[in-house]
């Protein structure tokens, strides 16, 4: 059984950073992580995502050059490093999988998902 367990959500002020951990169990050895995010009233998006099998990302627009995707050596770890935070950027981040497939920021591709964790940064 495949579970994701999300780590690393806070309060932080505007510039600030975050480090966001996603543990999963459960998985083959090729797998595609993503983090997504859903704020009050809003539609989830896709922020980003890392292939297993060959460290390949993808990146919304919205974060590209703040956020960074990456695994620890025993893949089992997921983190999004979040720089240069901006209020916006405020909502539940949750990070989700799929296995044997191609980075992709839709939801609708993805099978698990963990709980989340709330991001709040104030202005």
């Known amino acids: 059984e495949v579970q994701l367990v999300e780590s690393g959500g806070g309060l932080v002020q505007a510039g600030g950073s975050l480090r966001l951990s996603c543990t999963g169990s459960?998985?083959?050895?090729?797998?595609?992580i993503g983090w997504f995010r859903q704020a009050p009233g809003k539609e989830r998006e896709g922020v980003s995502c890392i292939r297993s099998r060959d460290g390949s990302t993808l990146y919304a627009d919205s974060v590209k050059d703040r956020f960074t995707i990456s695994s620890d050596n025993a893949k089992t770890t997921v983190y999004m490093e979040m720089n240069s935070l901006k209020p916006e950027d405020t909502a539940v981040y949750s990070c989700a999988a799929f296995e044997r497939g191609w980075c992709s920021l839709s939801p609708y591709e993805f099978d698990y998902w963990g709980q989340g964790t709330q991001v709040t940064v104030s202005a």
């Open positions: 459960g998985f083959s050895f090729d797998y595609v």
